[in-house]
């Protein structure tokens, strides 16, 4: 069947299931724009090409299909990197289509030309560009499967506009991913299984009295919750999360310590000082999550089991490593570790709860960020979908918002990209429309990305933002408080915008909060009115996150 390139994508596109994309139009895309007018594939036009690529992003985490989105060359397509590394940072399965001149025109300058594949080379699982239409196919089809095996990761198709207007034949490629035939493009490369330590590590679990567990973002990539609960109830092990680990286990579970890490809990922290033994699942150790690496859980040794071999060894060293798919490991490793001293572990469970960081009882009269979200949890009953923006509500919302549900907690981990939240809900919300979703925002990093606000009107989408004002830019303002003298250089707003106004002007229903008594009625109001709504909260200036580990210290040099 002889189609235009562009036709091609479509049809290439429907083939592989998508039926959401997130994108913006302009001058090299005008044929896909033409050939997507006559599909059934849904496209939600954005405000801004960063948005889309955090729309397709959020898509990824909480549905179960790869999130797609389009830009057109140029600016267009620069737009989408930062989406583009915030979803390499965290492993999101995405596959970005971006226009390009004509083929002839590549290397003039051309009006609106960027070397897409080479600006984007750094933050990529793969790019590739296509030079005939007849290559299309085969192009989609590598790129949705590399993009959604072994460890995930985002793929960039370049599109020459004249091989988008120029004829090819459209012949299904035979090879299919989903079977798990191996791709025929020469730059996919099968992931490596390696249990040969099995043994060993069954022997260290075993033996260990002190042991905790690292839930990673590896759990929720491979879908291997029921594994890691299976595990850690049948070894009696204690569950500690990483940032992009939240959700894994429920947060209400009895094994569940904490998150772990810079704003970590103290138990969770605690405990991974006090532990004699490691096992972690899908988890990178970054400099967050671990603190200064030489003092990361020195009496312990370590087990570190990942789909991804470049990660062992690469933060912290593992005395065993397994390679292979999370839920396959787990399960393994349960049957071979059996035989352990139940005693001791009760004892060592007992002991992490005397680890806590005492609860104080918060007897100001003032909008407390614990307060707002401990309220959205008691109105909601943790039948949410939470996204965050990036900053000091972002370590609130992972404290205290209770996951207990797998893959609800979509944030931006490695990159840390203000101007998430907001587009990644949208993604959220078309990925799983039988949810509520929940956007908990800053004042500061809400305006990276707030024109999607009108996205949410055009669409209808009932997605609710907890905007937290505190007129500041309120992580980096912490810090200058505690290491830099309260020299605050530029974190200070003179003025506050006005949230309602703006949110008002793009068709969202808004208002603002002005008493602490009244943060459950308001998000009661939010969650019964229909469509889009920004309740903002004005919260004190000086509020700050805490627990803190500083920057390149220990995990045990808390500040409480």
């Known amino acids: 069947m002889e189609l235009t390139g562009a036709q091609i994508v479509v049809k290439s596109l429907e083939d592989e299931g998508v039926e959401t994309i997130f994108g913006l139009p302009g001058g090299t895309v005008i044929p896909l724009y033409d050939a997507l007018y006559d599909s059934s594939i849904q496209h939600v036009l954005v405000r801004h090409e960063q948005a889309a690529a955090h729309a397709a992003d959020g898509f990824s985490r909480v549905g179960d299909g790869v999130g797609v989105c389009v830009a057109t060359s140029g600016p267009g397509a620069t737009n989408l990197v930062t989406g583009i590394a915030t979803a390499y940072r965290d492993s999101s399965p995405m596959v970005a289509i971006t226009g390009q001149v004509a083929t002839d025109s590549i290397g003039t300058d051309a009006f609106q030309e960027a070397h897409m594949l080479g600006i984007s080379l750094p933050v990529v699982k793969h790019s590739m560009q296509a030079r005939r239409a007849d290559d299309i196919p ?49 730059g996919y490369c099968a992931i490596r299984e390696d249990l040969t330590r099995l043994d060993e590590a069954a022997k260290l679990i075993r033996g260990a009295e002190r042991p905790v567990l690292i839930a990673g973002n590896g759990i929720n990539l491979s879908r291997a919750f029921e594994p890691l609960r299976v595990f850690a109830e049948g070894l009696e092990m204690p569950v500690a999360a ?101 005693l001791s572990r009760r004892a060592w469970m007992e002991k992490i709860l005397t680890m806590r960081e005492p ?110 004002d505190n007129a500041c830019l309120g992580m980096v303002r912490q810090w200058q408080q505690i290491f830099y003298n309260e020299r605050y250089s530029n974190t200070l707003f003179a003025r506050r915008p006005d949230f309602v106004k703006i949110a008002e002007g793009m068709g969202v229903t808004a208002f603002s909060v002005e008493s602490p008594q009244k943060i459950k009625s308001a998000i009661e109001r939010a969650v019964e009115t229909p469509g889009p709504v920004l309740v903002h909260f004005p919260i004190p200036q000086s509020e700050n996150v805490f627990p803190m580990v500083p920057a390149g210290e220990a995990l045990s040099n808390m500040i409480l």
């Open 242 to 342: 990483s940032l992009l680990g939240k959700g894994a286990i429920r947060n209400d579970h009895p094994n569940f310590i904490g998150m772990m890490g810079m704003h970590g809990g103290a138990a969770a922290n605690r405990a991974i000082t006090a532990a004699d033994l490691i096992v972690a699942v899908g988890a990178r150790f970054s400099d967050r999550s671990i603190g200064k690496s030489e003092e990361f859980a020195r009496s312990a040794r370590v087990i570190h089991i990942d789909i991804d071999d470049a990660e062992i060894h690469k933060n912290v060293g593992a005395d065993v490593w397994l390679i292979g798919d999370a839920g396959k490991v787990l399960n393994t490793l349960a049957e071979a570790a059996s035989g352990h001293d139940s």
């Open 138 to 186: 085969r192009l989609i089809r590598d790129a949705f499967f590399i993009a959604s095996t072994g460890r995930p990761g985002p793929v960039v198709l370049d599109l020459p506009t004249n091989v988008q207007k120029a004829f090819g034949e459209y012949r299904r490629p035979v090879d299919s991913g989903k079977n798990g035939a191996p791709s025929e493009y020469p």
């Open 359 to 468: 609860a104080v009882r918060d007897a100001s009269d003032a909008m407390r960020p614990r307060r707002i979200l401990d309220a959205l949890d008691e109105v909601t009953k943790g039948e949410v979908i939470v996204t965050t923006e990036v900053g000091q509500h972002q370590m609130w919302a992972a404290q205290f918002h209770k996951t207990l549900h797998p893959r609800r907690f979509v944030t931006s981990g490695g990159l840390g990209t203000m101007g998430f939240g907001i587009p990644a809900a949208m993604g959220a919300h078309f990925a799983r429309p039988d949810l509520p979703v929940v956007c908990v925002a800053g004042d500061g990093s809400a305006m990276m990305n707030i024109q999607e606000l009108d996205t949410y009107a055009r669409y209808d989408m009932p997605i609710k933002v907890l905007l937290f």
